[in-house]
């Protein structure tokens, strides 16, 4: 999920995330659309997120989720959309922060720009290799 990528000769297709329903067509997200709260899967890619998550793994994404101090969120920023940790700053701000010390935090104003909390992880043919990240 990470919008830079150093290296590398694979192509990176970003793929394009929005709400479906009434609200979207006015601008607004959300709606009566699927997407409002249904938990949907993504791949990771990149990695500023290792050794946690690797490239390749599928996350889901739970829309409706409780995002806390320390929780795998989905956030979007400045148009582009992160995949990192978040975490409360030594001010009390708030931070997407990622796990690969090379990556830098962002800083966030608010949770508002959290769109999902990430609630497992599986490596694709690999029924075993899953983790639950919520109760």
């Not at 949770?111 to 497992?120: F, T, Y």
């Amino acid at each position: 999920m990470d919008a830079h990528r150093s290296g590398g000769s694979k192509r990176i297709f970003p793929i394009r995330i929005e709400a479906l329903g009434p609200a979207a067509a006015d601008g607004q997200e959300g709606g009566d659309g699927c997407s409002s709260g249904e938990s949907f899967a993504l791949m990771v890619l990149g990695d500023s997120m290792l050794p946690e998550f690797a490239e390749g793994e599928i996350i889901v994404i739970e829309p409706d989720g409780l995002a806390t101090d320390g929780s795998f969120v989905l956030a979007r920023c400045d148009d582009d959309w992160v995949f990192r940790q978040l975490a409360r700053g030594p001010t009390g701000n708030w931070l997407l922060r990622p796990l690969n010390p090379a990556w830098p935090e962002i800083p966030i104003a608010d949770l508002s720009a959290v769109r999902g909390v990430i609630i497992q992880k599986a490596r694709p043919g690999r029924r075993r290799a899953s983790k639950r990240y919520v109760a």
